[in-house]
């Protein structure tokens, strides 16, 4: 079986990203919002695990990542963090939690951080977000920051397309980057954006950055689960790979289980009591 062997399960720390840079590893990442989903991925040697705000479209069927709520993404988190051995698992502060002041931001954080288990907290923003950020890093709280496409502010972009095509966004971006680095967070997602800028990003900051539809010079990459294991069979971005085709194996497997019912060939006498 193809795969990669896990040698050493010693849990992953925010700190082992940056080890993971300095070294030149790259940092493998995927989503989970379940306690099922996350023990397989973990034991599979991913290295990090984001319970994502993606749960708002992928679990409860939203067409943006704005609907969901803070008690849901703890709901999420907490079932991860149960089954996570190894990966180190971020959770994502959902749109709301803290946007509205510094102190609201920063009481949001602890209160993921005291009721789900997980290790770490990703953002959404730059500049403008900084402050906050800096008052979680200094209530003990690794954060990882998030630059290029950032789904909360959908309404505000007005689509999914690339960011930072131009000069001045892409120096925006860049200065962002720098600012996240600046205020202690140990890493970015760069979302969908130019490689060549992800690349100039990555080799700018000292912090990871984990890219998704940001090419292959970043310090790591992410999924969404669902979107790799072909779950989600109808969203196919360019920067998509699907590894399995589950929509596939999974319609397959209740049309047996159907006809097997129907047919009255399930349960047979060794299936029952
Ligand atoms: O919520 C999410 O799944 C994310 C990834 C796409 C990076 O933020």
Redesign the pocket.
């Known amino acids: 079986m193809a795969g990669y062997l896990i040698t050493d399960t010693k849990k992953i720390t925010s700190t082992c990203f940056i080890e993971m840079k300095q070294r030149g590893e790259k940092i493998s990442m995927l ?1 989970a919002y379940d306690y099922t989903t996350a023990g397989i991925i973990d034991q599979a040697g991913v290295d990090g695990i ?1 319970v ?4 708002s479209n992928v679990m409860a069927g939203n067409s943006d ?1 704005l609907p969901i709520t803070i008690d849901e993404m703890i709901y999420h988190a907490r079932s991860v963090a149960k089954a996570v051995k190894r990966a180190l698992v971020i959770c ?1 502060m959902p749109f709301g939690s803290y946007q509205i002041s510094r102190e609201e931001g920063i009481k949001n954080a602890i209160r993921i951080m005291k009721e789900t288990g997980v290790d770490a907290l ?1 953002i959404e923003g730059g500049a403008e977000i900084a402050d906050t950020i800096k008052g979680i890093i200094h209530a003990g709280i690794p954060v990882m920051g ?1 630059l290029g496409l950032t ?1 909360q502010s959908i309404h505000k972009f007005g689509g999914y397309g690339l960011r930072a095509k131009t000069e001045s966004e892409a120096k925006k971006l860049m200065d962002d980057a720098l600012c996240l680095e600046q205020v202690g967070c140990f890493g970015i ?1 760069l ?1 969908k954006v130019p490689a060549q800028l992800a690349t100039q990003v990555t080799q700018g900051v000292n912090c990871a950055t ?1 890219g ?1 539809g940001a090419g292959n010079g970043t310090d790591g990459q ?1 999924l ?1 689960y669902a979107d790799m294991l072909g779950l989600t069979h109808e969203f196919k971005p360019k920067f998509l790979r699907q590894y399995a085709h589950l929509y596939d194996t999974i319609t397959e497997a209740v049309g047996h289980y159907i006809a097997d019912v129907k047919s009255t060939d399930f349960p047979n006498a060794q299936e029952s009591y």
């Not at 994502?52 to 749960?55: T, V």
């Open positions: 989503t984001l994502g705000d993606s749960a990542t994502d990703k998030h789904p997602t979302e984990i998704i992410i969404v």
